[in-house]
């Protein structure tokens, strides 16, 4: 029951990967097509913090960390596991890639919160 | 003893990372498809260490963006888009798979045997074609724009 419900969630984030990465997509890389903007003025220092300071980008950004550092590791654990590890080595496997996950998630938690309560530039 | 049927022993190990027979079209996407979102999760642990450095201020930024202008960087940047691409595109077809569309309907085994694979290729083929449509896309807006 535990691996099914893993493995669900895992398939259910993708929609939100989906989407918000295409967002983020359109905004880093498309800006010229979508906002009229170049590409070095949409990745300027002063362009970001504004961005950052919205409710809007600060959701994105804690979605899209949550959403993309579980289906990407969950997956790495899958890789990891196939091969023939003990059940104490399947534990270490899995609380070490916990632990990775959880140490980058509050980093990049941080670093957003940090631009969103920046008081601009 | 090697493979004495325990919870965990019963498995390709090793080896079946690197090969496991059956090299079908299919089996070439899971490679792919592997490789490409060990990539992605790569790149995103170190994109979150990289974009972190704003907290060292604007002229720390600016020579990190000025760092992924060059040549080289656009080449890394090009390929993983295509990642990207490829392993979005290939996923929902896995989704597909999995959620059991487009397999065909279950039938007797009767020889010849009809297999869902086959019966799926034909929409593996136009996906992929898909995803090569819009990797040429994003090259060439990114290479000559
Ligand atoms: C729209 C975007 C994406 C889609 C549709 C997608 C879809 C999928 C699917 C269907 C699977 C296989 C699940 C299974 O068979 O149990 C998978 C595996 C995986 N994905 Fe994604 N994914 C996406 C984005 C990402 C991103 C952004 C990352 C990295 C951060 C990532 C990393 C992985 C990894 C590491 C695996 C395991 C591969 C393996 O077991 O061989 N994916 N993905
Ligand atoms: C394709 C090239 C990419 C570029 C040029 C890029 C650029 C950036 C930049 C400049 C930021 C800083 C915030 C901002 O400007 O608003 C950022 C943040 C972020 N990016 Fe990307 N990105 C790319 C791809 C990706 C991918 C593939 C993922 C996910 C798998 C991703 C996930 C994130 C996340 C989660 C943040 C927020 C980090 C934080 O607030 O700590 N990015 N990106
Ligand atoms: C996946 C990772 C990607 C990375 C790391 C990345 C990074 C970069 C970088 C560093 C530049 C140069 C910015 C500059 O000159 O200041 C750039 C330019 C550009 N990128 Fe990306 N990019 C990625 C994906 C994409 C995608 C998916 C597209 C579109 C399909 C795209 C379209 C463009 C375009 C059109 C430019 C040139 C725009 C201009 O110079 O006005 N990039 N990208």
């Known amino acids: 029951m535990r691996e099914t419900r893993l493995w669900s969630l895992h398939i259910l984030v993708i929609p939100v990967i989906a989407v918000l990465l295409g967002m983020h997509f359109a905004v880093q890389h498309y800006a010229p097509v979508f906002y009229g903007m170049s590409v070095e003025k949409a990745r300027d220092f002063a362009t970001m913090i504004e961005r950052g300071r919205s409710t809007a980008q600060f959701v994105v950004y804690i979605l899209l960390l949550a959403a993309g550092l579980y289906h990407g590791l969950y997956g790495t654990r899958g890789i990891i596991r196939e091969l023939p590890l003990s059940p104490a080595m399947a534990k270490v496997v899995d609380w070490g890639i916990l632990t990775v996950g959880v140490l980058i998630f509050a980093l990049g938690a941080y670093v957003t919160w940090w631009t969103f309560v920046h008081p601009g530039v | 003893m090697a493979n004495k049927p325990t919870a965990y022993n019963n498995r390709l190990g090793l080896k079946g990372w690197v090969y496991a027979g059956n090299y079908t079209f299919e089996r070439y996407l899971y490679i792919g498809h592997r490789l490409s979102g060990l990539g992605l999760i790569a790149y995103m642990v170190l994109h979150i260490i990289e974009t972190a450095n704003r907290m060292r201020g604007e002229e720390a930024w600016a020579a990190l963006m000025g760092l992924f202008a060059s040549p080289v960087f656009k080449i890394v940047e090009y390929l993983l888009f295509a990642a990207a691409v490829f392993h979005a595109m290939n996923g929902v077809r ?46 060439s807006s990114l290479f000559f724009k």
């Open chain 2, 94 to 139: 896995l989704l597909l798979v999995e959620l059991g569309f487009f397999l065909g309907k279950p039938q007797e085994p009767i020889f010849p045997y009809k297999s869902s694979v086959m019966k799926h290729r034909p929409l593996t083929y136009i996906i992929m074609l898909l995803a090569g449509l819009l990797m040429a896309l994003g090259g």
